[in-house]
């Protein structure tokens, strides 16, 4: 199959950029999306152009490295796929595709269609762990957790931190990012001593980096591991309970 | 022989030697630790497990990624589960069985000490992953659940749906995002350690690039930390991550360490077949599968009928018919050999004729829909989006890549590697996994290296070193060494040739792929050992590549990860060529039994055979380490 692709060129962050168009003919519509990059790649350099930078790296759906806009839409029009996992066939004969960055405050751009997203680490920093020194844990079945607790709890940590979300929100909010992580770890037993300390402490350095939810769930549709808004609800409740909480009795 | 192999495998019987280790080693005290700087280079599990279990010890810890985010490395994609001998089912699991099943999966190629050590450090990983959150599979009482996997008759696998590798990681990045907080650990992210500075025979420093900016930078410490991974990338079609690389180890080899067994590269059986030559990677379906799939071809060779349209009778489920003690869940390599067997005799299925049927007919009609779906959802959407097939109603097609190497560096006990003050841990290291790899116990040796065994042995070697600062890092070692890197780097960026990196690292894999995979033979490696660097040398006259040193250059990064490549893919097929004998994931096809198995050599094969860089990637020195079995048994491997 042929493509037109319309790809944003940025040579560095101080840079104008602007999209620059490639026909992309012979590709087959088993490859993926990334692999139809690849070639367009490998003809650029033999052309003498520089290659299109992206981010990528386990092209199986689960580092989270990759992520672009694709017709406007982040990872593009497969639900719950992220983009190395999008095959051509999704697409039509002669389609023109556009791909463009993550365009979001809190990603700053690096290069053509790589990002920054650090700020998604600060926000990990800032309480996404139980803290427990390595040695100093109790016989793992000592604390039982009901199994629909532990399914919750693995439906929010399924995410793998691409910044779909962001992208995909028209205030480039990272709610969802945040909140999975804070009901990962506040849905499980282990999770509760730093519980409120944790909600208010992430939220806070969340919105230092990034917009305010207004309840689009745009998030929802376009994360690849299906992440519920739910768990924005559950944040936004521990959140608003973080600060009416008197912490020496959350023993109790 | 000239590398000093002391593996300092410690006194006593099987059971005690770690015990006694930690205690006969020396310590350094808590006030003393904040003294001592410790790089690490990798945040997988290994990298990420040790340098926030060694920064909560007090120790100063400088961390290294090429990735922008530690939670990105490649332990993010190990699917099944992970091992651990806690004998939860009762169903007579024990630290000691654990310890022999490896052994023996490994074929009798590895270490005893370190397995056993291994197999006890997997029941304090479980309770520590526990503790931080990693979110286990539950039985309905709210206790943890297991399954079985390859190569082993007791249910000791615990499982995260089929995102294990991901939970586990994300339980040791957030220990160490919670320590880069704390301000104990300095992390650099996007910057790749391109050497290592080596000053009076002790590795003393790294050197690094700054992926965005280009900048190449020095960096000093008392200890270096290799937390790197493997090298299946140098097939280019694995199942590895695109920049899972081993310029890293390399490196390090080149300034002194040895590297270790490194033709014993593990094929995974149960992966999806290529679909065409553009393909830049391979995935992955967890071995976990073979606990509810069965695997058949078509009786009859160039049989063209729908999966569906075959009957039971038709059917060939080879795996069953050979192997019915262990039927479909064989170790891997033995799993391989099989369905290669089978594909080589033109009994392959799929547009491609390169696949074996991997079928859950049976497990759906006898455990229902939704008890299938609650085990494996993940990986069939995963399969569906991949193939456009859905494998609740047409058998999945699978054919084995590799996805494994149990090669590495070579190190000792402490997991120091010959060149003192350099350790390599994971993957990265050489020691656990012999000559083949159980499934589900990647996980458990990159955590218990990092968790449990190098925060108890790196003290030994720093005690040394009290109230002495790193090395200064303008000094000649490091002069040298950042010389060499900009050197390299300025030698790619002003190359202009005809050919892209990414065609001569197919080429290269295609070789490899080849001569020196699933089956190797003395003219095939000969071949390869002609081929390859005759594509190397054309790779330093013609490769192309783009843009400049300063700023991102993703072509030039992947240039370096080639180049290395070259090299030990040269080393690969000369210890594929010293080692005489059929063993684990290496066979031979001199060495095979009248039934096609492989023929191991324990008279003179059971060694470590140790690779010393002499300069030249063609000949370098073989040194052996003998290994001493006293707990098991050297029998042929059977899983009838």
Known sequence: MNVTLQVWRQAGP???GGFRTYEVGGISEEMSFLEMLDVLNERLVNQGEEPVAFDHDCREGICGACGVMIDGQAHGPQLGTATCQLHMRKFRDGATITVEPWRAAGFPLVKDLVVDRSAFDRIIEAGGYITVDTGSAPDANL??????????????AACIGCGACVAACPN???????????????????????????????????????????????????CPKSISIDFIAMMNADYLRAKLKNRRLVGQ | MTLLLDSKIPDGAIEEKWENHKFSVRLVNPANKRKFKILIVGTGLGGAS???????????????????????????????????????????????????????????????ANVYRLAHESLNIIDQATAQGVPFAREYGGLLDNRS?????????????????????????????????????????????????????????????????????????????????????????STNAMASNASAIWRAHRKGAGMANPCYTQ????????????????????????????????????????????????????????????????????????????????KGVGPLKNGVYLDFADAIEREGHQSIEGRYSNLFEMYERITDEDPYRVPMRIYPAPHYTMGGLWVDYNLMTTIPGLYAIGEANFSDHGANRLGASALMQGLADGYFVLPNTIGDYLADFLNQPPAPTNAPAFDEAERGVSDRVDRFVSAR????????????????????????????????????????????????????????????????????????????CLDALHREESCGGHFREEFQTAEGEALRRDDEFAHVAVWEWTGDPARPQVNLEQLEFENVALTTRSYK
């Open chain 1, 172 to 222: 480039g909010a990272a709610n969802l990012f945040t909140a999975a992580k804070i009901g990962h770890l506040n849905l499980l037993p282990q999770g509760q001593a730093e519980r409120w300390t944790r909600t208010e402490n992430m939220v806070e350095i969340m919105e230092e980096y990034f917009g305010s939810c207004t309840n689009h769930a745009e998030c929802e549709k376009a």
């Open chain 2, 50 to 112: 040790a340098a926030a279990t060694l920064a909560e010890l007090g120790y100063d810890v400088e961390v290294f990624t090429f990735h922008d985010s530690p939670r990105r490395a490649h332990s993010i994609a190990a699917q099944g589960g992970i091992n651990a001998a806690k004998n939860y089912k009762n169903d007579g699991d024990s630290i000691y069985r654990l310890f022999y099943d490896t052994v023996k999966g490994g074929d009798y190629r590895s270490r005893e």
């Open chain 1, 143 to 156: 604390i039982p957790v009901p199994k629909q607790a532990a399914d919750t709890a693995f439906d929010a």
């Open chain 2, 149 to 237: 996997f390859g190569g082993a008759q007791v249910a000791r696998t615990f499982y995260s749906r089929g995102q294990t590798g991901q939970q586990l990681l994300l339980g040791a990045y957030q220990a160490l995002a919670r320590q880069v907080a704390a301000g104990r650990v300095k992390l650099h992210t996007r910057s790749e350690m391109l050497d290592l500075v080596v000053e009076d025979g002790r590795a003393v420093g790294i050197v690094v690039r700054d992926l965005i900016s280009g900048a190449v930078t020095s960096h000093s410490g008392h200890a270096v930390v290799l937390a790197t991974g493997g090298y299946a990338n140098v097939f280019y079609l």
């Open chain 2, 267 to 346: 094929i995974h059986p149960t992966c999806i077949p290529a679909s065409d030559e553009f393909q830049s990677k391979l995935t992955l379906m967890s071995e976990s599968l073979r606990n509810d799939g069965r695997i058949w071809v078509p009786k009859q060779a160039d049989d063209r009928r729908a999966p569906g349209a075959i009957g039971t009778d038709e059917r060939d489920y080879f795996l069953e018919r050979m192997y019915p003690a262990f039927g479909n869940l064989v170790p891997r390599d033995v799993a391989s050999r099989a369905v290669k067997r089978i594909v080589d005799d033109e």
């Open chain 2, 497 to 572: 040739g005809s050919r892209t990196v990414d065609w001569f690292h197919k080429e290269l894999g295609k070789i490899m792929l080849e001569y020196c995979g699933m089956s190797r033979s003395e003219p095939g490696l000969n071949k390869a050992l002609s081929e390859i660097p005759a594509l190397y040398e054309e790779f330093k006259m013609d490769v192309k590549i783009l843009g400049t040193a300063a700023g991102l250059n993703q072509t030039l990064e992947r240039a370096g990860r080639v180049e290395d490549f070259f090299e030990l893919a040269q080393a690969m």
């Open chain 1, 14 to 16: 101080s840079d104008a």
